[in-house]
């Protein structure tokens, strides 16, 4: 079993460094985004679309990645994934044109939206039960870490080399490292079947997801409600329903006839899979959460952009210890043990910032129990469930699935938080008007949806210092119960994380 262990150190570093990477992608363009859109003279709302698509890929690409490593081989996808990377990479960096660089995006997120996957199911396929949980918080770790430094690295890239296509061309070296190590250093732990892939399966899937999660990235933040029900949003969630239900049945009917499903219909029933990937959907609201603390810290405690990557340090170190914690934990008391406690370390972090966060002391305090509570959960026990309930040949499809439902909650949470913070900007006018009996500032210059900025920008024309005090002022309360709303939210997530974990053990127990 030892030698076991040490033969799997080369393997697990190549994985996490492939996970880092390739999670880092995505957090990392945000601080070039404007650069981006300037360099090929687009709108910004077109300019979205490079991490729209690198969204829409990752979704399609974790699925049918964890059947194919099931089917094929973790070492050889595992390669394949790294080279489409690698090759992305270097397409978006020599980009002529902007659609050239929403090509490379998608190819780039289908080779990274399955390192993790891959990974995962190497580690559950390895290694000792009571080792995974420490190499699954590691994986975990890396992958939670890179999408809250990633906007600080990319800024940090941009600001050395002065250009945008570094934050790129940096990836071509690793994936190479990567490719060559791999073939060395990784065993493969399957052998190819002779199984013929699901492409109506596959066609099915990737047609669902992609109708889904564009209807979900159309929903507008100011009018929630409205806007899903608008032709931008209901007919493509419609579409999107109508693709998985197609899928469901094509996959239950393959299953009942021998074949080979993507997602067999009978891992699908298992209740404790069903309560697992309502976790994973949970975990990604969870994680949208962590995602909006950069703007709370700007926005409601009206910490200066230069100054709010000090104060955001111990959220990113805790979320790494936090995923750490979390595999050891999983490895001595259990995965929904584990959760357990994840849930409850969150819901007092989340409870923090709804209360009383209003000083650098109380944001470090609630900001490392909100970051190791997330740490927990994206690390090792939802994987470690995963392994628990399913059979050795379907570890890449179930993780992949997992994946799936946080990828849709962290697509979908956003859109929910983005409102509450939204109706916080909607305030500030009418309330300035209460106070000073007049608008102060032009108002009718703030255009909707971009509003914040544009108070902020029109404030600093005052030339009154006192006047200028007391509307940032102003600013930070308004903006502040914009943010409680949402910490309000995130703190139910953590409570239904509890109940259904604790569910979840004592149905063990029984």
């Keep these: 079993m030892k030698n076991k262990q040490v033969s799997q150190k080369w393997p697990i570093t190549l994985f996490t460094i492939g996970v880092f990477m390739a999670g880092l992608d995505n957090g990392i363009i945000s601080s070039a985004l404007t650069t981006i859109y300037n360099s090929f003279g687009v709108s910004p709302s077109w300019g979205a679309w490079t991490v729209t698509l690198y969204t829409l890929g990752v979704a399609i690409s974790v699925p049918i990645v964890g059947k194919l490593s099931d089917n094929y081989g973790r070492k050889r996808l595992f390669i394949i994934e790294i080279l489409l990377f690698g090759v992305g990479s270097l397409l978006v960096a020599i980009s002529p044109n902007f659609t050239m660089l929403l090509i490379a995006r998608f190819i780039q ?121 608008s032709v931008t949003v209901l007919p493509y969630l419609i579409a999107g329903a109508l693709f998985i239900y197609l899928f469901l049945t094509h996959e239950k009917r393959l299953e009942k006839n021998g074949g080979d499903p993507i997602i067999s219909a009978s891992l699908l029933r298992k209740r404790s899979f069903q309560l697992t990937l309502l976790l994973g959907f949970l975990s990604g609201g969870f994680l949208a959460s962590i995602i909006f603390i950069p703007s709370f810290v700007q926005q409601a405690l009206q910490v200066p952009a230069e100054n709010a990557g000090f104060w955001l340090t111990p959220l990113a170190l805790a979320s790494g210890v936090g995923a750490g914690l979390g595999g050891f934990l999983t490895d001595r008391i ?132 006192y006047l200028q005090e007391q509307l940032y002022s102003i600013v930070s309360s308004v903006m502040k119960s914009g943010f409680q709303d949402m910490f309000f939210a995130a703190v139910i997530i953590s409570a239904i994380v509890i109940i259904v974990s604790s569910y979840m053990q004592m149905s063990k127990a029984d």
């Design 109 to 229: 997120a289908i080779g990274g939206g399955g390192i993790f996957i891959i990974g995962t199911s190497h580690v559950l396929s390895t290694m000792p039960k009571n080792q995974q949980g420490k190499v699954l918080g590691l994986l975990g770790g890396m992958h939670g870490l890179s999408a809250v430094v990633g906007p600080n690295v990319g800024a940090l890239i941009l600001h050395i080399t002065g250009t945008w296509q570094w934050m790129f061309l940096i990836n071509i070296p690793i994936a190479l490292f990567l490719i060559a190590m791999g073939f060395l250093k990784i065993e493969e732990t399957k052998q190819p079947t002779s199984n013929a892939l699901d492409v109506t399966g596959t066609i099915y899937l990737s047609l669902g997801i992609v109708a889904f999660m564009f209807g979900i990235t159309n929903i507008n933040s100011l009018e929630l409600l409205s806007s899903i029900t």
């Design 334 to 465: 259990g995965a929904t043990r584990t959760i357990i406690v994840s849930g409850i370390i969150g819901l007092l972090g989340f409870l923090m910032f709804f209360s009383f966060v209003d000083d650098l002391s109380t944001f470090v305090i609630a900001s490392v129990l909100a970051g190791i509570g997330l740490g927990f959960l994206l690390g090792a026990p939802l994987n470690v469930l995963v392994g628990e309930s399913v059979e050795k040949d379907q570890y890449g499809t179930s993780i992949g699935t997992l994946s799936l439902t946080r990828q849709v909650g962290l697509t979908l949470f956003p859109t929910i938080f983005a409102s509450f913070i939204t109706s916080g900007v909607m305030k500030i006018e009418p309330t300035f008007k209460a106070v000073f009996g007049e608008t102060v500032i032009p108002f009718h210059e703030v255009s909707e949806g971009e509003g914040y900025g544009e108070i902020v920008e029109e404030i600093e024309k005052i030339n009154d210092p």
